[in-house]
């Protein structure tokens, strides 16, 4: 339980190719199941960033800043996360590729939100 938490943390590709190296080796999961397992919880590293994102653009009223951070965010740990799983996971998108729709639409939902204009009831577009 516990190499799996380090899974939740900032780690690199090498620490990451440690834990479901070990992972693989004790034969406890199903490589269906290290994929989820690995999506899950660096997915749960990401995740507290976005609330930091979502708790800067609410209570600091810096939406500006809070689109630079969530850029950053999806420039840095999504791509680092993607780059990992097909690093560990050759030759199989299994869940990443779901898991990667939602960081975008995270991202573009919070573009509309506050970037594009607001479309007029009946404006036809």
């Given at each position: 339980?516990?190499?799996v938490g380090q899974l939740g943390t900032d ?6 190719v440690k834990v479901i190296g070990f992972l ?102």
């Amino acid at each position: 339980a516990c190499l799996v938490g380090q899974l939740g943390t900032d780690i690199h590709l090498p620490q990451c190719v440690k834990v479901i190296g070990f992972l693989r080796r004790a034969h406890r999961h199903s490589e269906d199941e290290l994929r989820s397992l690995f999506i899950q919880h660096r997915g749960a590293f990401l995740e507290k960033h976005k609330q930091q994102v979502e708790l800067l653009r609410s209570t600091r009223g810096s939406v500006a800043m809070a689109l630079k951070t969530a850029a950053d965010l999806l420039r840095t740990h999504v791509y680092d996360i993607g780059t990992q799983y097909q690093a560990l996971f050759q030759q199989d998108e299994g869940p990443l590729v779901p898991w990667l729709n939602a960081q975008i639409s995270w991202f573009t939902g919070l573009l509309q939100a506050h970037v594009l204009p607001e479309r007029a009831p009946g404006s036809g577009t």
